[in-house]
Nanobody, 121 residues
C-alpha cells in the first residue's frame, strides 16, 4: 500500500523560508518521478516543481530561482526548499509520485493530502 505524507508547512512572513518534506511508504520511491503542486483558494491546482527518478529537475516559472526540489532515495523522501516567499505562494502544497511509460500510459499516480503554507505580507 502506497502513502504520501507531507509536512513542514506553516505561517511565515514574506521574504522568509520553509522546507517541505514528503515521505513515501511502499516500494515505489526509487522508480518514481516526484513532484510538488499547490492550490490557492478558488484557483486550479498549479504545478510547482518536479524531480525525476534520475535526479533531473524542472520548475514552474513563478518559483524558479526561489524554490529547490531534492530527493533522498535512502529515506524515501522528497523535499521542497522555499526561499524568498511571497504572499502569492500561499496555498495547500501537495506531493505527487508517478511513473509514466514512454508510450504516455501511466502505471501509477499517487497524491498526498497536502500541507498548508501561508505567507503574510
Amino acid at each position: 500500500q502506497v502513502q504520501l505524507v507531507e509536512s513542514g508547512g506553516g505561517l511565515v512572513q514574506a521574504g522568509g523560508s520553509l522546507r517541505l518534506s514528503c515521505a513515501v511508504s511502499g516500494s515505489i520511491f526509487s522508480t518514481s518521478d516526484m513532484g510538488w503542486y499547490r492550490q490557492a483558494p478558488g484557483k486550479q491546482r498549479e504545478w510547482v516543481a518536479v524531480i525525476s527518478r534520475g535526479g533531473s529537475t524542472n520548475y514552474g516559472d513563478s518559483v524558479k530561482g526561489r524554490f529547490t526540489i531534492s530527493r533522498d532515495n535512502a529515506k524515501n523522501t522528497v523535499y521542497l526548499q522555499m526561499n524568498s516567499l511571497k504572499p502569492e505562494d500561499t496555498g495547500v502544497y501537495y506531493c505527487n509520485a508517478r511513473f509514466t511509460y514512454a508510450t504516455g500510459i501511466k502505471l501509477y499516480d499517487y497524491w498526498g493530502q497536502g500541507t498548508q503554507v501561508t505567507v503574510s505580507s
